[in-house]
């Protein structure tokens, strides 16, 4: 069974960091695409980041470019987001949502995990 | 980027009725379009991927259908546990993917 789930969320101080976890298991991790998605309170989804199955290859939505790194170490199947310069716009509910790839280059998100939790505020 | 909106905001439906819940890209993202559903509290689930595919355990009451720009998830006879928020999500031309706002679908 396909599982992924997110660890290391909290409560941080504007300008602060944080890194967030994603453990999977249930599939060949080193072959997936991984995400994550963000979903402020009360707001809809938003993607963050991404990066492809031998790390190689990482993007960035605009806004966290240069402040949040996304890694991921296959012989842990484990996906990171490390976010640094943190501000209360960031706060939300971080997704790790693994990537299904559908002929070529064009990837949809066919599981998720229930999220962590990241609130910024002083 | 490409924006997705999703109409309407807010469909109120009775249990056993149809619901249509339409979405639009800004440019056309082919048959590169996902459908996603989230109850409060929950991860979204994927419903529909490659604009009408059904994913693995959807039931049949759910269906997608469009190609370019327009969209359109139908959902043939509600039923108590369809009651959620539903996203589309573009994935022709990324990065970013970009998801629609939202609609939910309410109990009327």
């Known amino acids: 069974e396909v599982r992924v789930l997110e660890s290391g969320g909290g409560l941080v101080q504007p300008g602060g960091s944080l890194r967030l976890s994603c453990a999977a298991s249930g599939f060949s991790f080193n072959n997936y695409l991984m995400a994550w998605v963000r979903q402020a309170p009360g707001k809809g989804l938003e993607w963050v980041s991404a990066?492809?199955?031998?790390?190689?290859?990482?993007y960035y939505e605009n806004f966290v470019k240069g402040r949040f790194t996304i890694s991921r170490d296959n012989s842990k199947n484990t996906l990171y987001l490390q976010m640094n310069s943190l501000s209360a716009e960031d706060t939300a509910l971080y997704f790790c949502?693994?990537?299904?790839?559908?002929?070529?280059?064009?990837?949809?998100?066919?599981?998720w995990g229930q999220g962590t939790l990241v609130t910024v505020a002083s | 980027e490409i924006v997705m909106t999703q109409s309407p905001a807010t469909l109120s439906v009775s249990l056993g009725e149809r619901a249509t819940l339409s979405c639009r890209a800004s440019q056309s993202v082919s048959d590169n379009l996902a459908w996603y559903q989230q109850k409060p509290g929950q991860a979204p689930r994927l419903l529909i991927y490659?604009?009408?595919a059904r994913a693995t355990g959807i039931p049949a009451r759910f269906s997608g259908s469009g190609s370019g720009t327009e969209f359109t998830l139908t959902i043939s006879s509600l039923q108590s546990e369809d009651f959620a928020v539903y996203y589309c999500q573009q994935y022709d031309n990324w990065p970013p993917w970009t998801f629609g706002q939202g609609t939910k679908v309410e109990i009327k």
């Open positions: 990066i492809t199955g031998g790390g190689s290859s990482t």
């Open positions: 949502a693994r990537g299904r790839q559908q002929l070529g280059a064009w990837y949809y998100f066919d599981w």
């Open positions: 490659g604009a009408s």
